[in-house]
């Protein structure tokens, strides 16, 4: 069964830390792309960091460089987004997602066909 899990989400205060966790079944990681999204509640879901594992490009949204990295760890099947320095302009559904095609435009959500049941993320003192 193709699935992916997110998880580590919770209430964390301004200036905080998270490490979310997408563990990948029925995917070999090594072979796909995984890229990481969030919703926050009004407004469209937004790429926040992706990477192609075809090219090795990557890409992360401006308000999340520096605080922001993801992590692969192939052995345990696994991606991890670690967020730092939290605000809570970063309270939102964090969703891990992967796309199927071999050339797909890197965080474009349109472009990703499997998806993850989401992560609620919260910032707030």
């Known amino acids: 069964q193709v699935q992916l899990v997110e998880s580590g989400g919770g209430l964390v205060q301004p200036g905080g830390s998270l490490r979310l966790s997408c563990a990948l079944s029925?995917?070999?990681?090594?072979?796909?792309?995984v890229g990481w999204f969030r919703q926050a509640p009004g407004k469209e879901r937004e790429g926040v960091s992706c990477?192609?594992?075809?090219?090795?490009?990557?890409y992360i949204t401006d308000s999340a460089k520096g605080p922001f990295t993801i992590e692969r760890d192939r052995a345990k099947n696994t991606v991890y987004l670690q967020m730092n320095n939290l605000t809570p302009e970063d309270t939102a559904v964090y969703y891990c997602?992967?796309?199927?095609?071999?050339?797909?435009?890197?965080?474009?959500?349109?472009?990703?066909?499997?998806w993850g049941q989401g992560t609620q993320v919260t910032v707030s003192s």
């Open positions: 990477y192609n594992n075809g090219d090795f490009s990557k």
């Open positions: 029925g995917f070999t990681l090594v072979y796909y792309s």
């Open positions: 997602a992967i796309p199927m095609k071999l050339q797909f435009r890197l965080c474009a959500t349109s472009e990703y066909e499997y």
